[in-house]
């Protein structure tokens, strides 16, 4: 079978929950709603509905965000799914990369934040003993980034690419290269984010985004595809989930 007719259904399924997000002017209008109902609201009528149709307005804002998280989690197995067999587990473990922050907590904090023990793919590693935590860490899908880490602390995202580049098929060196593009990206973002470098991270992922759209529409029918729709989807989760919490925690009031 060629390549073409093995990507051929995940790129349709990548095209149509590609067309469901908004664009910049779309944006911009929902990030001019002052109240939390009305937004959602909008969203509900939209073809974002997948994604807001389990928020609520009465939500606090731990509930929302691990909401969003629960979906994106639900939705990388869905886009696996549509993958040819060989390449569903390099697609699986990019809901690993989603966790950096959480890990980043659970490494380097003695006290677990009540969103971690709350978060059912998070919860077993909220353990009260730093060591214990650890152990439970090194021992679980995470234990890839877990070694980098313990390696080289702020490691996390080199771990997790190296473990990735091992889950890939043989493919040609232009769709390699295409992969190694992206996760250069990936990597280079979440240096700066780890590091303070950027104080200014939604300039950062608007610059990330202008990259990943060509790339995406270059991609088409290669593995690439899926791993740059996903990257493009988390940023716009991103978006949703700043709007809803400036809404949730300022009441409408504009932050910088």
Same mark, same amino acid.
């Given at each position: 079978?060629?390549?073409? /007719? &093995?990507?051929?259904?995940?790129?349709? &399924?990548?095209?149509?929950?590609?067309?469901?997000?908004?664009?910049?002017?779309?944006?911009?209008?929902?990030? $001019?709603?002052?109240?939390?109902?009305?937004?959602?609201?909008?969203?509900?009528?939209?073809?974002?509905?997948?994604?807001?149709?389990s928020?609520? %307005?009465?939500?606090? %804002?731990?509930?929302?965000?691990?909401?969003?998280?629960?979906?994106?989690?639900?939705?990388?197995?869905?886009? $696996?799914?549509?993958?040819?067999?060989e390449?569903?587990?390099?697609?699986?473990?990019?809901?690993?990369? $989603?966790?950096? $922050?959480?890990?980043?907590?659970?490494?380097? /904090?003695?006290?677990?934040?009540?969103?971690?023990?709350?978060?059912?793919?998070?919860?077993t590693?909220?353990?009260?003993?730093?060591?214990?935590?650890?152990?439970?860490?090194?021992?679980?899908?995470?234990?890839?980034?877990?070694? %980098?880490?313990?390696?080289?602390?702020?490691?996390?995202?080199?771990?997790?690419?190296?473990?990735?580049?091992?889950?890939?098929?043989?493919?040609?060196? %232009? #769709?390699?290269?295409?992969?190694?593009?992206?996760?250069?990206?990936?990597?280079?973002?979440?240096?700066?984010?780890?590091?303070?470098?950027?104080?200014?991270?939604?300039?950062a992922?608007?610059?990330?985004?202008?990259?990943?759209? @060509? #790339?995406?529409?270059?991609?088409?029918f290669? @593995?690439?595809?899926?791993?740059?729709?996903?990257?493009?989807?988390?940023?716009?989760?991103?978006?949703?989930?700043?709007?809803?919490?400036?809404?949730?925690?300022?009441?409408?009031e504009?932050?910088?």
């Amino acid at each position: 079978m060629s390549r073409l /007719h &093995r990507f051929a259904y995940a790129q349709t &399924r990548l095209q149509a929950s590609h067309a469901c997000f908004p664009g910049e002017a779309e944006w911009q209008r929902l990030e $001019a709603i002052t109240h939390t109902e009305h937004l959602l609201d909008r969203l509900r009528t939209s073809p974002m509905r997948p994604w807001v149709s389990s928020l609520n %307005a009465q939500m606090d %804002a731990h509930r929302m965000e691990q909401t969003l998280r629960l979906l994106f989690r639900d939705y990388i197995d869905a886009v $696996a799914l549509w993958q040819p067999p060989e390449w569903q587990a390099a697609v699986q473990w990019t809901k690993r990369l $989603a966790d950096v $922050a959480a890990l980043q907590h659970l490494l380097e /904090h003695s006290v677990t934040a009540e969103w971690i023990r709350s978060d059912p793919a998070l919860r077993t590693f909220a353990l009260d003993d730093p060591n214990r935590r650890v152990r439970a860490l090194r021992e679980s899908a995470y234990a890839p980034m877990i070694e %980098a880490w313990r390696n080289e602390p702020q490691r996390l995202v080199s771990g997790w690419d190296r473990h990735w580049q091992t889950l890939w098929p043989r493919t040609s060196t %232009a #769709e390699r290269r295409a992969l190694e593009w992206l996760a250069g990206q990936l990597y280079e973002q979440q240096e700066m984010l780890a590091s303070g470098e950027l104080h200014d991270s939604r300039a950062a992922r608007q610059r990330l985004m202008t990259g990943l759209l @060509p #790339e995406f529409r270059q991609r088409t029918f290669q @593995p690439a595809a899926a791993f740059l729709h996903l990257a493009i989807t988390a940023i716009h989760l991103e978006r949703l989930r700043g709007v809803l919490l400036r809404l949730l925690l300022f009441g409408g009031e504009r932050v910088a």
